[in-house]
């Protein structure tokens, strides 16, 4: 299975990673645990996400997830009347592993990363490069362009998406706040050559997240309030709600 090969190669990447770092230079390592719950409005689904986050004080982290979904396997209609609170089923497994490099005396951090994700029908594979500046009063700008490939399990083409997200937030003590700004476009068309469309139509999407969370200790309570498209033929836009937890230990 492609996605179990691509853990373990992760999964060594991040232990050659450790290994390769002197005794007399060992680095500290940070854990947060991640609980997030999901609604979207269109369709009354919900989504949950368990999710572990890693970061080492050289700049090297990763993190691990698991979701899930309200709804049955075996359909791909999601206007379902039942089960949307007891019947879950799995809906995707993401990793990403990543080495934030601080340029000293300038406020800018520059991370490249990448994140894989599996479903039961895909395998995506998405690096990006991320560039953040951080203010000394907390205000802060990032942006982040990623290349999406995906892979299917049957006979369908392969996917290749281009995103840019763009960020402004600001932090002040325990408080945050952020707005975030995602663009992509469809790289390909369908293997029988008609458009690939993302929403009303057309061959690009766009999505709107804003997240607000404030700190308690080892706590971090957040909630976030999405817009974004329902399907790709129709200019219908949903409200994406988030409620998630943090604990870092």
Excluded at 107 to 120: A, K, L, N, R, V
Excluded at 195 to 207: A, C, F, I, P, Q
């Amino acid at each position: 299975m492609r996605f179990t090969k691509l853990a373990l190669a992760l999964g060594a990447a991040a232990a050659f990673t450790g290994a390769t770092i002197p005794a007399a230079q060992a680095v500290e390592a940070t854990f947060t645990a991640d609980y997030r719950h999901e609604y979207r409005s269109e369709w009354g689904q919900n989504f949950d996400r368990i999710c572990l986050i890693g970061a080492l004080d050289n700049g090297v982290g990763f993190y691990v997830d698991s979701s899930f979904k309200s709804g049955s396997e075996g359909t791909s209609d999601p206007e379902y009347n039942e089960g949307q609170w007891g019947d879950f089923v799995t809906n995707a497994t993401e990793m990403s592993l990543w080495w934030g490099y601080k340029i000293a005396d300038t406020g800018f951090t520059i991370t490249p990363g990448i994140i894989t994700e599996s479903t039961s029908e895909t395998t995506g594979y998405k690096p990006y490069l991320r560039l953040q500046y951080n203010t000394s009063f907390g205000l802060w700008f990032a942006i982040r362009p990623r290349y999406d490939y995906w892979r299917y399990d049957d006979e369908r083409a392969d996917q290749k998406n281009a995103r840019i997200d763009a960020w402004i937030g600001y932090n002040r003590g325990n408080f945050g706040i952020n707005y975030n700004y995602t663009h992509m476009w469809a790289l390909n068309d369908n293997a029988d050559g008609s458009e690939r469309v993302m929403w009303d139509g057309k061959d690009w999407n766009y999505e709107q997240n804003i997240a607000i969370n404030y700190r308690l200790g080892k706590w971090n309570p957040y909630i976030e309030f999405g817009d974004i498209g329902v399907n790709g033929t129709d200019e219908d836009r949903q409200l994406r709600l988030r409620v998630g937890i943090q604990y870092t230990f």
